[in-house]
């Protein structure tokens, strides 16, 4: 069993920055591949960005890529998603997940991802 927790969500301008985090419990973290969604109003929740069990290997939806950074730290237990040049339409609850595979199935798929956080808000004001 892995618990997730997210923190960081606020109020942004755009063009700013934040940097979420999500904290997970247990000594098995680092067998998980971890991922963050976000979902808008209105909006079915949708893929951001993945990072594989070493860290080594990232992988982005395109609206975020060259905005959003994906890291984690396995002594800390924490994944990490960086986001800068921040728009509107980034506003939305930020989700982090755990998956057990980073080079098998889907990223995108929801069911693939075996835990969840309850979710943090970003809000990105113009």
């Known amino acids: 069993q892995v618990q997730l927790v997210e923190s960081g969500g606020g109020l942004a301008q755009a063009g700013g920055s934040l940097r979420l985090s999500c904290a997970a419990s247990?000594?098995?973290?680092?067998?998980?591949?971890m991922g963050w969604f976000r979902q808008a109003p209105g909006k079915e929740r949708e893929f951001v960005a993945v990072?594989?069990?070493?860290?080594?290997?990232?992988y982005y939806a395109d609206p975020v890529k060259g905005r959003f950074t994906i890291s984690r730290d396995n002594a800390k237990n924490t994944v990490y998603l960086q986001m800068n040049s921040l728009k509107p339409e980034d506003t939305a609850v930020y989700y982090c997940?755990?998956?057990?595979?980073?080079?098998?199935?889907?990223?995108?798929?929801?069911?693939?991802?075996?835990?969840w956080g309850q979710g943090t808000q970003v809000t990105v004001s113009s």
């Open positions: 990072i594989s069990q070493s860290g080594g290997s990232t």
């Open positions: 247990g000594r098995t973290f680092s067998m998980y591949a």
């Open positions: 997940a755990a998956r057990g595979t980073y080079y098998s199935g889907s990223y995108y798929r929801e069911s693939e991802y075996t835990y």
